[in-house]
């Protein structure tokens, strides 16, 4: 789990953790420091935000799904727009959640886990 605002890391970590076998392995700060853990480690899933300082969501996602095509990615955020995901389609995230409607995390996860794409508007 990506997201600068660590109060939103914890509100999402409670989310996913309250799916029984669900489990948040890691978090980062910032787009550079997802990246630099995912080369160390892999993931079932990574949820990301958009804007964080240093390397945003979109060119962490790059660099993430150059070294792993397969690796799903949903990213939250507030700037969610038409544009934005088309953006994100483009670098390989298969899901965009507007933090305005965080419960959709939930059910991004699980379609992203499923091989398809969520994009809610």
Not at 45 to 73: C, H, Y
Request: net charge negative.
């Amino acid at each position: 789990m990506v997201d600068d605002n660590a109060l939103m890391r914890r509100t999402l970590r409670n989310l996913l953790e309250s799916q029984g076998d669900w489990r948040v392995c890691d978090e980062a700060s910032d787009g550079g420091e997802a990246v630099a853990i995912f080369d160390k480690e892999k993931f079932d899933v990574i949820v990301l935000d958009f804007q964080m300082p240093g390397m945003n969501g979109l060119d962490a996602a790059k660099q993430i799904t150059s070294r792993s095509p397969s690796t799903p990615i949903l990213m939250v955020t507030l700037h969610h727009s038409p544009q934005l995901a088309e953006e994100a389609r483009k670098v390989g995230i298969r899901g965009i959640c507007p933090k305005a409607d965080i419960g959709c995390v939930l059910e991004g996860v699980t379609t992203i886990l499923d091989n398809k794409s969520y994009f809610k508007n």
